[in-house]
């Protein structure tokens, strides 16, 4: 049974949505879907998700399931819609004779911020177009949109009269219980509204009722949907908009909103703010032999910045709940980490969305904020002080991880320290004082009182260990001292001491407790073989999982001597094939940064072109031929990482006071002539950054406040303006740029 609707729009002519020619290296196109659809683009704006043809949709921060069993709620992807032309005696099918060749395209518009397939009936004489996207200015709404055109020499009488419209929601979620409120007549203003709670709550102390939701249809779609095309008519356009929200009021403003432009605004007010981030947020330029490394880079970029909170809206958004490893468009599989926050979120992927602008990494960083008095709590409850941050995140910031690996919660305790770090970073970077002592320091101090009550110490070697505990390699469990989370945890109590000194905390006796733990953590090294062992009994080429105590060099910049060269060298031939992208990128970032600079360019291929599918440039957590995660956006900012802060020689680091942007020099990747990256913040400064083979140019400009840089290179110190540009040229000293407070 069909609902019949006229169409009363489609006069104007859209041809091809009439968009302006999208860059080559910002559009994806096949002739063939990947051969796992668990590779298709996964397209979000923050507040909601889903992959393109997958049977989801998720909404930030909608979790079902308690404890470890938490994972995002599945709603049913009623977004998935097909559209086919029909006459009289049928519907076209891609194997009937109504259809002879169906030239289809699928094309994800990385610009533009879509995905669209189109279809192109011959013997009909019709090209069939359909889309669909997050909207990222009315973020409440998901849109589907389909053109329908004639070619010019189509005969009218034997030309298709309608269009049916079918969804394809997947099976019945699981997670919620929906109830219809209204079954809406498809009349302007009455529209089809479900209501849905999450069945199972994920910690009562922390979540004491069920999420809510609703869900707004422009037109229901429960039966196919009959759009009739009068044979006279060129052109027909239809669309359907679903809005989901916690409160059915702001859903409801949002779909009336974007009901009130017309088929083609609606369209160009989200391509719009696509444009706005390429334009002024982030993007990067790659030239020479390299189209497809400049796709993959743009792709990650989109990818990250899809489950990231559209900053202009149409209403406010709701409190960001957290980055996860494969993005929000995934999370009801386990292989999509299940919507979790990880040490993924700060290490890997904030440094390359703090470039996005601080907006973005405030965001990130907030959700730990918000979920500071959880990592009290679960401190308490294992008998420590402080703030434990769970390895595994989800709404209420307890521990989640899925109950078959207890071992992993327990003993990945760097976590904490990994956030703390990554305050540490953005403060480098951004030098905000204020923002340090309202949000970093409240959570630097709990994280320190948490290492040193978790610490051993030995008061006459004057020695402290972490015991039983596991590093980034997860193939070695019940370790001690592991090196990654000695240093970084040393790290993270020196800066709980200098900010809260520089914040106006005044307890002496606390600073000195934390910093004596920080001096006596042991760091293990092998005099003999020069290198650091992994931890405690590790046997040199015992095989590891992924990028652990390499990590001592870039990002950390904890250990640079000859000790961790051989680090890189050993654990090069110890890390096992399968192990995730991200790994061989670090070793690619590390070595750049040493005297076999040269190494660098075998990891950092090997680090992306057996983990990106073609098709649509989805990163694999794993190499071709392993079973890992789709669309990880983990490997993503390690990517990114190497090409901007390994080859661009870019790094941001604080001393006392001081914050210090560094640029030692670039080398370029295989086949690239120049990088351009628009843009590079520092402090209140936004940079445009060119570096080739040859050189570096960075051209900043203040915005502000009145504070202004010093330039050091070699034994010469430049004051600069507030407006500035650096010449950085192959062979001089590393430049230093040093904002004055």
Same mark, same amino acid.
């Not at 400064?685 to 050189?695: E, F, G, N, Q, V």
């Given at each position: ?83 086919? #032309? ?131 249809? %422009? ?24 809005? =989901? ?50 796709? =993959?880079?743009?792709?990650? =970029? ?38 979790? %926050? ?76 990994? =956030? ?208 890992? %995660? ?44 120049? #990088? ?18 040859? %050189? ?46």
């Amino acid at each position: 049974m069909f609902k019949f609707i006229w169409l009363a729009v489609g006069f104007v002519l859209l041809g091809n949505f009439s968009r302006a020619e999208t860059p080559e290296a910002y559009l994806l196109q096949t002739h063939t879907l990947p051969s796992d659809l668990n590779f298709m683009p996964t397209l979000g704006n923050g507040h909601l998700g889903y992959t393109v043809f997958g049977d989801a949709i998720f909404m930030n921060g909608v979790y079902n399931g308690a404890g470890g069993n938490s994972k995002r709620a599945r709603i049913p992807n009623w977004l998935n819609i097909s559209a086919v #032309v029909c006459d009289r005696f049928g519907c076209a099918t891609d194997d009937d004779e109504l259809s002879t060749t169906n030239d289809t395209l699928y094309e994800m518009d990385l610009r533009d911020g879509y995905f669209r397939y189109r279809k192109d009936y011959k013997k009909l004489g019709i090209t069939l177009e359909q889309r669909s996207y997050p909207h990222k200015y009315f973020n409440r709404a998901l849109v589907y949109e389909v053109v329908a055109s004639r070619h010019a020499t189509t005969a009218r009488s034997n030309a298709p009269q309608f269009l049916k419209l079918s969804q394809h929601p997947g099976i019945a979620s699981d997670a919620f219980e929906f109830v219809v409120l209204n079954n809406g007549s498809n009349a302007k203003g009455d529209y089809r509204v479900i209501r849905g709670r999450t069945q199972v709550l994920e910690f009562e102390r922390f979540q004491p009722q069920p999420h809510e939701i609703y869900i707004l249809f %422009s037109q229901s779609l429960e039966e196919p949907l009959q759009i009739e095309w009068p044979t006279w008519q060129m052109e027909i356009t239809h669309r359907i908009i679903i809005c =989901i929200d916690r409160e059915q009021s702001v859903a409801l403003k949002d779909l009336q909103d974007a009901l009130e432009l017309n088929f083609q605004d609606l369209h160009q007010k989200h391509i719009k703010r696509w444009h706005d981030f390429w334009d002024n947020d982030f993007s990067i330029r790659i030239a020479g032999n390299s189209l497809e490394l400049w796709q =993959i880079a743009n792709a990650g =970029i989109f990818y990250l910045a899809s489950s990231l909170p559209s900053l202009t809206t149409n209403q406010k958004n709701e409190p960001f709940d957290g980055l996860s490893p494969t993005g929000l468009g995934r999370g009801n599989l386990e292989a999509d980490y299940q919507g979790h %926050s990880f040490w993924d979120t700060e290490i890997w992927m904030l440094p390359v969305v703090t470039q996005f602008g601080y907006d973005y990494a405030k965001e990130v960083l907030e959700y730990r904020s918000r979920k500071l008095e959880a990592a009290k709590y679960n401190a308490y409850a294992k008998g420590y002080k402080g703030a434990r941050y769970p390895w595994e995140s989800a709404y209420t910031g307890t521990e989640v991880t899925n109950p078959c690996c207890p071992e992993v919660a327990q003993q990945e305790i760097h976590i904490s320290a990994d =956030i703390s770090f990554a305050l540490q970073k953005f403060f480098a970077q951004s030098a905000d004082f204020d923002w340090t002592c309202d949000k970093a320091w409240p959570i630097a101090a709990e994280v320190a009182e948490f290492l040193v009550s978790r610490a051993a110490c030995e008061e006459l070697k004057q020695v402290c260990h972490f015991l039983n505990v596991m590093g980034p390699d997860e193939d070695h469990a019940n370790v001690d001292d592991n090196v990654y989370t000695n240093a970084m945890a040393k790290i993270a109590l020196e800066f709980a001491v200098w900010a809260g000194g520089m914040c106006g905390n005044a307890s002496t006796e606390l600073f000195e407790k934390w910093q004596q733990v920080s001096n006596r953590l042991l760091i293990l090294r092998d005099v003999d073989l020069d290198y650091h062992p992994q931890h405690e009994g590790y046997k040199l080429n015992t095989e590891v999982k992924q990028a652990d105590t390499i990590l001592l060099g870039y990002p950390l910049r904890f250990d640079k001597s000859s000790t961790h060269l051989n680090d890189l060298k050993y654990y090069a031939n110890a890390t096992r094939e399968s192990g995730p992208a991200m790994t061989w990128s670090m070793f690619a970032a590390n070595y750049l940064r040493t005297s076999e600079d040269w190494r660098a360019d075998e990891y950092f291929e090997r680090g992306y072109k057996s983990y990106v599918r073609p098709e649509f440039k989805v990163w694999s957590e794993t190499p071709i031929g392993y079973e890992g %995660s789709a669309n990880f956006l983990t490997g993503i900012g390690g990517f990114l990482q190497a090409l901007i802060f390994g080859y661009g020689g870019l790094d941001f680091y604080r001393s006392g006071n001081q914050t210090t942007m560094e640029n030692s020099g670039v080398l370029m990747p295989p086949n690239v002539e120049e #990088v351009e990256i628009n843009y590079i913040r520092y402090g209140d400064s936004k940079c445009r950054w060119i570096y080739k083979s040859h %050189s570096s140019f960075m051209d900043c400009g203040y915005r502000k406040s009145g504070k202004k840089f010093e330039m050091l290179q070699g034994n010469k110190r430049t004051l600069l303006a507030t407006n500035f540009n650096v010449t950085h040229r192959k062979g001089d000293p590393p430049i230093y740029i040093n904002l004055m407070n």
